[in-house]
């Protein structure tokens, strides 16, 4: 396993910009799948994007088009690329990682055995 840690959260106005950042240690991600996750209080964590080991990209419909996953196997970092943030993409981020999966499961929790505590977004109308 690999530990994980969220950072680049905070507060925006709508249509702005954030970069979020995940930094593994204790293995090379070079090869794993990994994932954000989002929660609001009282529901459930929902995808966001994804990318396995082979770097190939997963989005959810709610985000695509405005969210940009990428990986830097040099720093062992994972990044999310935030733009066009509107008041409902206010939640808690939460970085993921599995040494193995399939591409199909790359959208579910359940795939992911590493996980990160998580950087709170709030995006303001």
């Known amino acids: 396993q690999v530990q994980l840690v969220e950072s680049g959260g905070g507060s925006v106005q709508a249509d702005g910009s954030l970069r979020l950042t995940c930094t593994a240690s204790g293995n090379s991600i070079s090869n794993y799948c990994m994932a954000w996750f989002r929660q609001v209080p009282g529901k459930g964590r929902e995808p966001v994007a994804a990318?396995?080991?082979?770097?190939?990209?997963s989005y959810s419909d709610s985000i695509k088009g405005r969210f940009t996953i990428s990986k830097d196997n040099a720093k062992n970092t994972l990044s999310l690329q935030m733009n066009s943030l509107k008041p409902e993409d206010t939640a808690m981020y939460y970085c993921?990682?599995?040494?193995?999966?399939?591409?199909?499961?790359?959208?579910?929790?359940?795939?992911?055995?590493?996980w990160g505590q998580g950087t709170q977004v709030t995006v303001s109308s």
């Open positions: 993921a990682a599995e040494s193995v999966c399939r591409y199909w499961r790359l959208l579910l929790q359940g795939t992911y055995n590493s």
């Open positions: 990318i396995d080991g082979d770097g190939s990209l």
